[in-house]
């Protein structure tokens, strides 16, 4: 008998269309629902009931982890794991856990206040990146170059951002214009991509569209992502790494990753491999 997922998302985009028309090959059905419409809260949360499993992949940064919780509660098998997405979702948990676990991640400062900001940038002179805690797919990351351009970059922050938004982290700039994207199913590291930066934007992100390669796997990376798992669990997550002197350290972690470029770069079918995946969970 054909299992049934969710796809919880707020867009049905190429990556869950690749989901969907893959899922018949492992006997799975996978359903879109929107996660703008949910009404969740009740014991039973009605509107996830009847499904084998949920796979979110919620594009907000706070709708995910909210959802998986109240999918968890329900006792429905859940990727990835809430406390997995709010980790991910948060840059200071994150580098904060993985630093714990010995993960090699960069060098890094709170900035709460303008007080927070001046101090970390007589630890950590510039060049440094400017990042939001919370946020994805390269937005609002900011290359300061000096400390003039860094305090009137700061005035916006604290002019148009509320608390929520303000919270930031200061860190070195890794310059190169490259990052690699490890995509990894289960606790399988199923492909790697380069990707490097692209015309006169120094962010090497794969969601702004920038030059990507395969690239083969090093035992190093994959101590690095192994150690990942270790802090988050198995799941399927979009790992970025940032190459340094000193070897690769992680950047952040997409608790819904994309997929399209990768797979584009790598010849790698990554939706077969998730849906090989969701047959086994939800089994």
Request: with cysteine.
């Amino acid at each position: 008998m054909d299992r049934t997922v969710a796809i919880v998302a707020d867009r049905v985009g190429w990556e869950e269309r690749r989901l969907i028309d893959s899922a018949a090959d492992f006997g799975l059905r996978i359903e879109w629902v929107n996660d703008e419409s949910l009404g969740l809260g009740d014991a039973e949360s009605a509107s996830l009931s009847g499904y084998d499993a949920v796979l979110i992949r919620s594009r907000s940064y706070t709708r995910g982890g909210l959802i998986a919780t109240v999918a968890e509660s329900a006792r429905i098998p859940t990727l990835n794991t809430a406390s997995a997405i709010h980790a991910c979702e948060n840059k200071l948990t994150l580098r904060a856990q993985l630093r714990a676990a010995d993960v090699p991640v960069p060098d890094y400062r709170l900035a709460l206040s303008r007080r927070d900001f001046e101090k970390a940038l007589t630890e950590l002179p510039p060049p440094v990146v400017l990042k939001p805690v919370f946020g994805g797919m390269g937005k609002r990351v900011t290359l300061l170059r000096d400390a003039d351009t860094a305090h009137s970059v700061y005035d916006y922050v604290e002019d148009l951002g509320h608390g929520f938004e303000q919270a930031s982290l200061v860190e070195p700039y890794l310059a190169g214009g490259s990052s690699l994207r490890c995509f990894v199913v289960g606790r399988e590291l199923v492909a790697i991509a380069e990707f490097r930066s692209a015309g006169t934007d120094w962010r090497s992100n794969a969601a702004l569209g920038n030059r990507n390669r395969a690239v083969d796997l090093d035992p190093a990376v994959q101590k690095i992502v192994d150690g990942v798992l270790d802090v988050l669990g198995e799941g399927i997550f979009g790992i970025d790494l940032f190459e340094t002197p000193d070897g690769h350290v992680v950047n952040e972690v997409n608790h819904a990753p994309a997929f399209r470029a990768v797979a584009s770069a790598t010849g790698v079918d990554i939706a077969a491999a998730i849906s090989r995946y969701l047959q086994e969970e939800a089994g």
